[in-house]
Nanobody, 115 residues
């Protein structure tokens, strides 16, 4: 059974930082691209960033230069460092992996950027 568990969300003021974590189990973690999505109320879920098995990160345009994705294959965890947060970054953030033809999702962690 594949499990993804996100943590690290919270309330932060504009310009602040948060670091999200996603701990994975049930997969050979190092082999898979890990994805971070987000969904704001009334909006579709969107891909924010992903990191390949080789450690290459890719970012949605609005977060380039502000977010950094990384992974620790020993701890089977992926991280999303979010700096210079803006109100439009407020959303529920989900970890995702496509493994063995199935998309697995965590339950999400809420990020609220507000003064």
């Amino acid at each position: 059974q594949v499990y993804l568990r996100e943590s690290g969300g919270g309330l932060v003021e504009p310009g602040g930082s948060l670091r999200l974590s996603c701990a994975a189990s049930g997969i050979n973690f190092r082999l898979y691209t890990m994805n971070w999505y987000r969904q704001a109320p009334g909006k579709p879920r969107e891909l924010v960033a992903n990191i390949t098995s080789e450690g290459n990160g890719n970012y949605e345009d609005s977060v380039k230069g502000r977010f950094t994705i990384s992974r620790d294959n020993v701890r089977r965890t992926t991280f999303l460092q979010m700096d210079n947060l803006k109100s439009e970054d407020s959303a529920t953030y989900f970890c995702n992996v496509l493994a063995r033809g199935t998309a697995y999702w965590g339950r999400g962690t809420q990020v609220t950027v507000s003064s």
